[in-house]
């Protein structure tokens, strides 16, 4: 029982950290806008080109592990969706946006940090393998579904304007532009300079710590 809570309580002590101040009043709605903005735009982007330029594609990517995250990522989708469509009776759009939450483990934001502090650093191998391809592959495929949901309520779009739709919601995500730096760095063996690598490793040392305490502040 202590091991556990000497893993797992250290990072919901700063959500709850971050709920309590901003709660109190002590931290405004903007001020915490603008921790996760700087977040989700700046500093976790800059911490997955990091670790992708780095990773070992070669031993990063197992089959088996790839598949047991994602069979369980799109069955969680397709449960949310059933229910909250056949259930729930919501509409189409709405069941997307349901089945789109439940395909989510928040494996960036909790994942990583309970993996370091459980097994080290040396083991977010496969934590960043599966976040590399995780946002490409679920918002691609959650944009995809949404579309389908909106042309179904709105007859009359085109496939080519669906194409561009998906196509600019998902490469303009930060996230996603961070990953895909990362895995240009990683495939054409660009040098890193070392001022350059000390500059990324001072972002991404306070991704994780901002998310957090910015997540508390939004609950």
Known sequence: MSALLDVILPVFLVIGFGYIVARRGLYT????????????????PVLLFKNVATLDLGTAFAPGMLLSFYIGAFSGFAFGFCVAHFVAKRPLTDSVAIAFACTFSNSLLLGVPITERAYGAEALAGNFAIISIHAPLIYTFGIIMMEWARSRSTPGSSHADLARQVLRGVFTQPLVVGLLC?????????????????????????ALPAAL???GGVL
Do not use: C, I, K
């Open 213 to 215: 305490f910015g997540l």
């Open 29 to 44: 709605d903007s001020a915490v806008d603008g921790v996760m903005r700087y977040a989700q735009s700046f500093a976790l």
């Open 182 to 206: 990362g895995f240009v760095v990683n495939l054409s063996g660009l040098p890193q300079p070392g001022f350059f690598t000390a500059a990324l490793e001072m972002m991404a040392r306070s």
